[in-house]
C-alpha cells in the first residue's frame, strides 16, 4: 500500500466512529498522557481538532495543560505555504475556525519552534519505527524540523500502530505515540 491508500483506509476507519466513540477514545488518551513523564517541562505546543473530520478531542489535553499551570502554544496554518505560525494562548487568545475546520488564534505573542518541549501530533496513522502519516500537505513535517533536538514529539492516535508505513525522506518521526490503549516510546 502507498502513503494515499493507508489515508483512505483511515479516514475511513475514523469515519466508523461515533460521536460518543470518539469522545471516549480522547478521554482515555489523555489519561494515558498524564502515566508519561513529560510534565516538568514548560511550552507545550497543541493542536485544536477539526471536528468534522472526527479528529481526537485534544480539549481533555487543554484542561490538563491549563490545570498544571503551562504555557500553551497553538498554531495558525497557511494553506498557501502549508506553514504554521505559533501563538501563546491566553485569557485574552481569540479563536476563530478557519476554512478547513481548524480553531486558531487569531493573534497574541509570537512564539518560535526551537522555545517548544513538547508537540502533540495529529495523524493519521503511524507505525511500529515512529514514522508518521498525515494529510499529506507536509505541515508538521516543516514544523517540526525547526523544533530543538530535545523536543518531545508525541503522536495522538485512535488506533493501534502499522507495522511499517512507506515515507519520504523529509518525514520527521515521533518519539511517543498515545492510542486509548496503549502507549508508544520510539
Ligand atoms: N487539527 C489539526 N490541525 C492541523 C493539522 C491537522 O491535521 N489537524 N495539520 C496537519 O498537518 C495542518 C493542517 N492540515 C490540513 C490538511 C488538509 C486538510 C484538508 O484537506 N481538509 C479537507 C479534506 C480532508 C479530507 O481529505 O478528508 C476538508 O476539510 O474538506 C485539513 C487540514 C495544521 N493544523
Ligand atoms: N521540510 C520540508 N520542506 C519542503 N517540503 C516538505 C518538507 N516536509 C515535507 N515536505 C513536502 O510536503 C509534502 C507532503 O509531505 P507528507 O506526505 O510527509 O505529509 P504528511 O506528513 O502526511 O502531512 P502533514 O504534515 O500535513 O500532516 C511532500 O511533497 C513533502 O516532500
Same mark, same amino acid.
Not at 508519561?36 to 511550552?43: N, R
Not at 488564534?105 to 514514522?131: T, W, Y
Not at 500537505?137 to 495522538?156: A, H
Given at each position: 500500500?502507498?502513503?494515499? =491508500?493507508?489515508?483512505?483506509?483511515?479516514?475511513?476507519?475514523?469515519?466508523?466512529?461515533?460521536?460518543?466513540?470518539?469522545? =471516549?477514545?480522547?478521554?482515555?488518551?489523555?489519561?494515558?498522557?498524564?502515566?508519561?513523564?513529560?510534565?516538568?517541562?514548560?511550552?507545550?505546543?497543541?493542536?485544536?481538532?477539526?471536528?468534522?473530520?472526527?479528529?481526537?478531542?485534544?480539549?481533555?489535553?487543554?484542561?490538563?495543560?491549563?490545570?498544571? /499551570?503551562?504555557?500553551?502554544?497553538?498554531?495558525?496554518? =497557511?494553506?498557501?505555504?502549508?506553514?504554521?505560525?505559533?501563538?501563546?494562548?491566553?485569557?485574552?487568545?481569540?479563536?476563530?475556525?478557519?476554512?478547513?475546520?481548524?480553531?486558531?488564534?487569531?493573534?497574541?505573542?509570537?512564539?518560535?519552534?526551537?522555545?517548544?518541549?513538547?508537540?502533540?501530533?495529529?495523524?493519521?496513522?503511524?507505525?511500529?519505527?515512529?514514522?508518521?502519516?498525515?494529510?499529506?500537505?507536509?505541515?508538521?513535517?516543516?514544523?517540526?524540523?525547526?523544533?530543538?533536538?530535545?523536543?518531545?514529539?508525541?503522536?495522538?492516535?485512535?488506533?493501534?500502530?502499522?507495522?511499517?508505513?512507506?515515507?519520504?525522506?523529509? /518525514?520527521?518521526?515521533?518519539?511517543?505515540?498515545?492510542?486509548?490503549?496503549?502507549?508508544?516510546?520510539?
Amino acid at each position: 500500500m502507498n502513503k494515499s =491508500d493507508y489515508r483512505a483506509k483511515y479516514k475511513d476507519l475514523r469515519a466508523t466512529l461515533s460521536a460518543e466513540n470518539c469522545d =471516549d477514545k480522547s478521554l482515555a488518551i489523555a489519561n494515558n498522557l498524564l502515566q508519561l513523564d513529560i510534565w516538568d517541562f514548560e511550552f507545550y505546543h497543541l493542536f485544536l481538532s477539526i471536528e468534522k473530520l472526527k479528529e481526537i478531542n485534544t480539549e481533555y489535553i487543554l484542561n490538563i495543560l491549563s490545570g498544571k /499551570d503551562k504555557n500553551i502554544v497553538l498554531s495558525k496554518s =497557511d494553506f498557501k505555504s502549508a506553514s504554521m505560525t505559533h501563538y501563546l494562548l491566553t485569557d485574552s487568545t481569540l479563536l476563530k475556525t478557519n476554512a478547513w475546520g481548524i480553531p486558531e488564534p487569531q493573534n497574541g505573542i509570537q512564539m518560535q519552534p526551537e522555545q517548544l518541549d513538547v508537540v502533540f501530533i495529529p495523524l493519521l496513522a503511524f507505525d511500529k519505527r515512529g514514522n508518521r502519516l498525515g494529510y499529506g500537505k507536509g505541515f508538521y513535517d516543516r514544523f517540526l524540523k525547526n523544533c530543538k533536538p530535545s523536543c518531545l514529539k508525541i503522536g495522538l492516535s485512535f488506533f493501534e500502530a502499522e507495522e511499517e508505513l512507506p515515507t519520504n525522506i523529509d /518525514d520527521i518521526a515521533l518519539t511517543h505515540c498515545i492510542t486509548p490503549d496503549k502507549i508508544y516510546t520510539f
